[in-house]
């Protein structure tokens, strides 16, 4: 017996997501059918009104339900250090270490010639500007760990050499080739107390 069309539709759907194979969307499928309908309905509504109400912050492009998000308008937050990150989740896992007292810039990815990005398809004119016109002490990068993150470190540090006092990047207590969203909190205050001058930094 075949499965219904809106069966397989939802199976393909819920297969998009990541860490979902097809097994795992096909086990999710059949338990919002067989939940009840109010529970399927809060599910979709909820999807629904994140997609409308989260937004990028306006300064520092992590998700947010406000114009500005409440890191970048919390005062007691060390403005004058920044961490450069590629993507908006990694806010979230780095907070959870309890390590980073400073601000945020979200990247929106990293370079990849491959994949067609280029540095002007990121959001670091958006961070010259920002550094512009409020200098600040310390860049922090925390791409990730892999050919594309590294390849974007050193385009920043590069850039920024000669603006920024202290370009630093995280330790290397992050495997080669991870992700700073799976990162373990452990794993991440190691990371970032153990960052280091970049090389070819004023620092050197």
């Not at 297969?15 to 795992?24: C, E, V, W």
């Not at 399927?40 to 912050?57: G, N, Q």
Request: net charge negative; charged share 25%.
């Amino acid at each position: 017996m075949n499965l219904p069309i809106p069966l397989i539709q939802l199976i393909d759907e819920l297969a998009k997501l990541p860490g979902i194979g097809k097994k795992t969307a096909k086990r999710l499928a059949f338990s919002l059918l067989l939940r009840p309908e109010q529970d399927a309905s809060a599910l979709a509504a909820s999807i629904l009104k994140a997609r409308e109400a989260i937004r990028s912050c306006s300064c520092c492009f992590g998700f947010t339900d406000m114009e500005i998000c409440d890191i970048c308008a919390d005062p007691r937050r060390n403005h004058e250090m920044i961490c450069v990150i590629e993507d908006p989740r990694n806010i979230f896992t780095i907070e959870k270490s309890n390590v980073f007292t400073g601000v945020y810039h979200v990247l929106q990815g990293a370079i990849s010639p491959l994949q067609g990005i280029t540095p002007e398809n990121l959001r670091i004119a958006e961070l010259q500007d920002r550094i512009q016109r409020n200098p600040i002490q310390e860049l922090v990068i925390s791409t990730n760990p892999t050919l594309e993150g590294e390849a974007t470190a050193h385009y920043l540090m590069d850039l920024f050499k000669d603006k920024v006092p202290v370009i630093t990047r995280i330790a290397r207590g992050m495997p080669a080739g991870g992700d700073l969203e799976f990162a373990d909190s452990n794993t991440l205050a190691t990371a970032f107390e153990g960052r280091t001058p970049f090389a070819g930094s004023s620092e050197d």
